[in-house]
């Protein structure tokens, strides 16, 4: 895997419409992807810049396309209407008004400028969200963002960091992903203690990337003995 793991997986047969493959392939069944197929050296693929004419409805990635979005770093939710978490929306609601890191946010209607953006909390079908809105972007659409309870907020950062599609990313890559379909307070110091203790990043950082610690000189500690009389 990109996280240099070794993972087990089953194989299947199966069959494969879309503008860049139309056929029987054997693929390797995963859990937790991000999208439903990942395809790479094919035999008969197309390549990413040539897919197939009036194709519509296409959830296929070829490994040529990941590479070339890798920059742009893909939001941590593929599709908009998709439920992001494992519970349903009732009880989502319901941890969001029994969160007291959350209470402040309910009540909070005004629109607040800060750092080039704005921002603000709107209640949608009886889930809070946080629009924040990029005042240096183009179009200037916001993004809606889950104000996601203390109780859930692990699993947005694994899924985020360390599901088999993630690569464990860095702190900034893994904040970035985060904050492109949610936000609660203290979100980025929850990332960086995050990615600092997840344990595969600890043994696969380079060498190299470790600060180490500067030289320094050490104070020369002299004993006296005396006679005892």
């Known amino acids: 895997m990109a996280d240099a793991s070794v993972r087990e997986a089953q194989w299947a047969l199966i069959s494969v419409r879309s503008p860049f493959y139309n056929g029987v392939v054997k693929a390797a069944v995963m859990d937790k992807t991000i999208c439903d197929l990942l395809i790479g050296n094919v035999d008969g693929a197309r390549s990413a810049d040539r897919p197939l004419e009036n194709w519509k409805d296409c959830a296929v990635t070829t490994r040529a396309q990941a590479v070339k979005e890798k920059s742009g770093d893909k939001p941590l939710m593929i599709d908009s209407n998709a439920n992001p978490l494992s519970i349903g929306k009732d009880e989502i609601a319901r941890l969001q008004r029994d969160d007291p890191t959350l209470e402040r946010f309910f009540d909070a209607k005004e629109v607040k400028e800060k750092k080039g953006g704005t921002t ?62 949610f936000f609660w307070p203290g979100l980025n110091g929850d990332v960086v203690r995050f990615c600092q203790s997840c344990d595969i990043c600890q043994k696969t950082v380079k060498k190299g990337s470790v600060m180490k610690v500067p030289v320094q000189e050490t104070p020369l500690i002299d004993t006296h003995s005396r006679d005892v009389q």
């Open 120 to 181: 603000r909390f709107v209640m949608r079908n009886r889930i809070l969200y946080r629009e924040y809105t990029d005042l240096k972007s183009v179009n200037l659409k916001p993004v809606k963002q889950l104000m996601v309870p203390s109780s859930l907020r692990k699993e947005v950062l694994q899924k985020a960091h360390d599901c088999i599609m993630s690569g464990h990313l860095g702190v900034k890559k893994t904040t970035d992903r985060v904050l492109s379909n």
